[in-house]
């Protein structure tokens, strides 16, 4: 069992319609009667997680207890990325999707988030970064159709009719997919030329119980980023492209396409949404390199770290960006 000092508990309040606060309340008397110190700090406005989990360290806690949606855990996670004095990162999910908690198999309730804080491990995770944008990603950054779902789920309607927001959006653009030329600049300054609608930079591997991973060697520990390039045309070649990936059949088609890297430089013709982790940044090109073991995170009891291989070297970015060779 793990033993902590010092917690501090970064709590969005309006998360989960508003649950995040007295989550965050029933969390500091569970540990205050463990005789854990806690400071409860409650989000006002962006960058707020990202200060005090930066800070952590310096200011003696040795846990960070990150109580709200995807957003929340990001800006902890990007806080953290940037911190000399690493801390152990904790998860109490009470956002709408809440990936990030599936693909670490945390549990969805206070009570049992306690218990895995407590008894589950803690690891070290690789975290995206995006330098042109000074921004940090955990899960992973989508470029194109992923982006016109999150493009077209605001939060008003995540409140009222919660995941099945992205499913709508997530239907109705499948039935108006558009290719665009894509072209990917690696670490080698090899050019990768594609035509597609679709480009996952992925972080994290299997995505909790549901058997998803976007390819067969994802992993959050191997200092790489996995790139998925699909090129449905129609909602048919979608549908075949999902049921691949659930059966983990990853034989390269005409319609997927996969590589690892640990840089990349990525632009479209014409330009198409970015979206990280959940939030619209932006459009194409996009740069963005592995930080590895970037983070710790404290992860469930069936959490399983894929097999991966050693850290790549120090990377420099290409100036050629998408030239054609």
């Not at 013709?269 to 459009?283: A, R, W, Y």
Request: proline share 5%.
């Amino acid at each position: 069992m793990t033993t902590f000092e010092r917690a501090v508990l970064i709590v969005n309040p309006v998360s989960g319609q508003a649950r995040g606060l007295r989550l965050g309340q029933q969390l500091r008397r569970s540990f205050e009667e463990r005789d854990i110190f806690c400071s409860l700090r409650v989000t006002s406005g962006a960058g707020d997680a990202q200060r005090w989990a930066r800070a952590a360290g310096d200011e003696g806690f040795d846990l960070i207890v990150a109580i709200g949606g995807d957003g929340t855990v990001g800006e902890v996670v990007s806080g953290q990325a940037r911190a000399a004095a690493k801390v152990p990162i904790a998860i109490v999910p009470t956002g709408t999707a809440n990936v990030v908690a599936l693909a670490l198999a945390l549990p969805f309730f206070a009570g049992m988030a306690v218990d895995t804080i407590f008894e589950g491990r803690s690891l070290k995770f690789d975290v995206g970064y995006l330098p042109d944008l000074d921004r940090h990603f955990f899960l992973m950054s989508a470029i194109g159709y992923p982006a016109k779902i999150i493009e077209d789920s605001p939060r008003r309607l995540k409140n009222l009719f919660g995941v099945f927001t992205y499913l709508g959006a997530a239907v109705r653009n499948a039935l108006k997919l558009n290719e665009v030329s894509i072209f990917i600049e690696d670490q080698d300054e090899v050019i990768h030329e594609y035509q597609g609608n679709t480009v996952l930079l992925s972080n994290i591997g299997k995505i909790g119980d549901l058997n998803l991973k976007v390819t067969p060697d994802t992993s959050a520990h191997d200092g790489r980023f996995d790139l998925t390039i699909i090129s449905s045309r129609s909602v048919w070649d979608l549908i075949g492209v999902l049921f691949r990936m659930l059966t983990w059949r990853y034989r390269p088609t005409p319609r997927l396409h996969h590589f690892q890297a640990s840089a990349v430089v990525i632009a479209t013709d014409p330009p198409v949404g970015v979206q990280c982790d959940g939030e619209k940044i932006g459009m194409t090109p996009l740069a963005a390199r592995v930080i590895p073991a970037g983070v710790e995170l404290i992860v469930g009891g069936r959490y399983r770290a894929d097999a991966g291989g050693g850290f790549l070297p120090e990377f420099k970015f290409p100036t050629t960006w998408f030239r054609r060779k």
